[in-house]
């Protein structure tokens, strides 16, 4: 398996073409997910006691599989919150695997988490957040958060009368999913304030005051989002800042999506306050062109994160000799094994320069601003509400959930588009909306036409 044959450079080939073809291709197809047992008809048995070969396996995922995918930089790919790498960053995922570093330690990794690190300082500049502020690459924004809210909880475990308490966190309707799910991992309880748009310093303040005594004593974190995914409404920060630093709470910015667009200078004051937060989460493959997998959480004492994550093991003893001294990205977050997902975007910075982020990201607003403009130019077209970051939530008047799933159905099954519907809170419930998430700054205005006309 591990010999340096001519099989091996003929499959190399092949596989570097079509990389080539891939990262080239300006249009790709728009595939189809199909059923798990009519992938099984056309592929056949792949993994058997003497193996297909690699050529026919590679076959098979290029002919076959790929095509049973839905590539997330497709120009008409405007749903949930799709994605838009750089060539230079795809290309740069090839080096990073080819390069098998481990991305752990400085020990075995240094010159590949400098770069990481030269890219996470840019990152830290965006968000304002004062000297000594620094933080790390993830998976993505449910390992970002789980890491910053573990360090959260440890921290405020760190008084003796909260040690045998079940913590809780304070976060709005509108909020990730994720913050749900992480805090299942870390039993904690999560306690909603009501709205499905901003969260405002006074509906927070509503909610606290509600509490009874033994609950808020349990309360150690509160979760504002900046840019929710499914509109990209930014919390009142400033205010929410405000409240946890008289209360004693820890004051965690949810971005992943909308951290992006920290670098347009259109829509920075959104965002005033983010510098006042203990942690920030942002995904550099949601709005920073990075591919997938690649979140970030800094914080604002990254020492507090060393404190809740760092792991010992006699394995591990060697890592902090003087000659292995160094930044140790597993030190700040909840994965020991990790690879250097942070590389991509650095080689992607340095190629195009930050000036370049700054144009596509500003590029996705004004693909939003656009889109709102066209659909109130269309009178069976309605704004749910103004355009917020890239988002956009707008109804076909007259038409039912089913009329939006089929929609959504028949543009994906032609080939033309991918956008789903979402829901919206009214006074009356939930409605079945529709919504369009500028990533991508290939995005044509006549890509926008063409959708809004197949809902005539």
């Not at 093991?313 to 930044?327: E, K, M, R, T, V």
């Not at 990205?329 to 190629?351: E, K, N």
């Amino acid at each position: 398996m591990h010999n340096v044959d001519i099989g091996l450079v003929e499959m190399t080939l092949d596989v570097m073409k079509y990389a080539i073809n891939r990262i080239t291709n300006e249009s790709p197809e728009l595939g189809a997910p199909r059923k798990e047992e009519e992938l099984k008809s056309m592929v056949g048995e792949t993994i058997t006691p003497l193996g297909i070969g690699g050529e026919k396996a590679f076959h098979l995922f290029r002919d076959v599989l790929v095509k049973a995918t839905v590539p997330i930089d497709h120009p008409r790919h405007l749903a949930f919150v799709p994605a838009a790498p750089t060539r230079a960053a795809v290309m740069f995922d090839l080096v990073t695997s080819a390069s098998s570093i481990h991305g752990a330690y400085w020990m075995e990794g240094a010159g590949g988490i400098f770069c990481e690190n030269e890219a996470m300082k840019w990152l830290v500049t965006l968000t304002g957040m004062p000297e000594g502020a620094f933080g790390v690459f993830t998976s993505g924004g449910t390992a970002a958060n789980l890491s910053s809210i573990v360090t959260a909880r440890e921290y405020w475990r760190e008084n003796k009368l909260n040690l045998n308490k079940k913590g809780c966190i304070i976060t709005s309707v509108g909020a990730h999913s994720s913050i749900r799910a992480m805090a299942k991992v870390i039993d904690a309880d999560v306690l909603l304030v009501e709205t499905d748009d901003l969260m405002t310093a006074e509906a927070l303040e509503e909610k606290i005051n509600s509490l009874d005594k033994n609950t808020m004593e349990r309360v150690f974190a509160v979760v504002a989002t900046g840019g929710t995914t499914n509109a990209g409404i930014v919390d009142d920060l400033e205010g929410i800042a405000a409240i946890c630093k008289e209360l004693n709470l820890w004051f965690h910015v949810d971005a992943a999506y909308g951290g992006g667009a920290l670098a347009a200078d259109s829509v920075r004051h959104l965002f005033k306050g983010i510098e006042k937060a203990d942690s920030i989460t942002i995904d550099p493959h949601k709005w920073l062109f990075s591919p997938y997998d690649c979140g970030a959480v800094i914080y604002r004492n990254p020492e507090l994160a060393k404190t809740a994550h760092s792991q010992e093991g006699s394995y591990l003893d060697i890592i902090n000799d003087p000659g292995a001294h160094g930044f140790n990205p597993s030190d700040y977050q909840i994965q020991l094994t990790r690879r250097l997902r942070g590389l991509p975007l650095w080689y992607s910075l340095a190629t195009h320069g930050t000036n370049k982020y700054k144009w596509a990201v500003e590029r996705g607003i004004e693909l939003a601003s656009l889109a709102g403009e066209l659909i109130s130019s269309r009178p069976d077209l309605e704004l749910i509400r103004p355009p917020s970051l890239s988002c956009v939530l707008f109804r076909r008047k007259g038409w039912s959930e089913d009329d939006y799933k089929n929609w959504t159905y028949t543009n994906h099954r032609e080939g033309l588009a991918l956008v789903t519907p979402s829901k919206w809170k009214t006074k009356e419930g939930f409605e079945t909306v529709a919504r369009f998430c500028f990533i991508n700054p290939d995005t044509t205005e006549e890509d926008i036409k063409i959708i809004l006309d197949t809902m005539n």
